[in-house]
């Protein structure tokens, strides 16, 4: 199969694409320096929401987001934007692991649940979470703007973004992680 043919191919184009446009953001970021901001332009597609029917009622899904640098050598260094819904676990009673996994595992921080993701008690700071953007009226793309840490040594970073949106499964995302309502990873 053609990547670009099926709905994973059109996934595996739009990530590479995707990542062209972070390592402009990630230039921008270093060329910025410590307690500047990066400037991060998302182009929303056809894929971007997606409704879904929990019994009698149809809703709407629209991603979880979450923004963050990485040192050089890969490993994580502080959260620039992460949807409130993830970072404050805003979604009732129920954890949602797979609503942005890269991210939560990259920070490594694990809850007394075993879960990488933050908890209703122990949220991430109102500095770096907020609503899921939207494109103003009339626009195709949603800007953000983004405080880097104003300790932020000089040097080169990663900027890493990760789009997700929970009971999206496909092939490309595997089995459901654990949370109490899905089978754990093997």
């Not at 993830?86 to 996994?101: D, F, I, M, T």
Request: hydrophobic share 40%; glycine share 10%; with cysteine.
């Amino acid at each position: 199969m053609a990547i670009g043919t099926s709905r994973a191919g059109r996934a595996a184009l739009n990530a590479g694409i995707f990542a062209a446009v972070l390592l402009a953001s990630a230039a921008a970021a270093y060329a910025e320096g410590a307690g500047g901001a990066l400037r991060l332009s998302l182009t929303p597609g056809s894929e971007w929401s997606h409704s879904k029917r929990f019994g009698p009622v149809k809703v709407t899904l629209t991603p979880q987001i979450a923004v963050w640098l990485k040192r050089a050598d890969g490993s994580y260094v502080a959260d620039l934007f992460v949807t409130e819904k993830a970072g404050k676990s805003a979604w009732g009673k129920v954890r949602r692991p797979e609503a942005l996994p890269v991210w939560s595992h990259d920070r490594g921080v694990r809850y007394p649940d075993g879960l990488f993701m933050p908890t209703k008690a122990d949220p991430l700071p109102d500095a770096v979470s907020g609503a899921t953007p939207k494109p103003k009226k009339g626009e195709a793309r949603i800007d953000l703007t983004l405080a880097l840490p104003a300790d932020l040594p000089a040097g080169d970073y990663l900027v890493a973004v990760e789009v997700n949106s929970s009971f999206d499964f496909n092939a490309l995302s595997g089995r459901p992680c654990g949370n109490s309502r899905s089978p754990a990873r093997p």
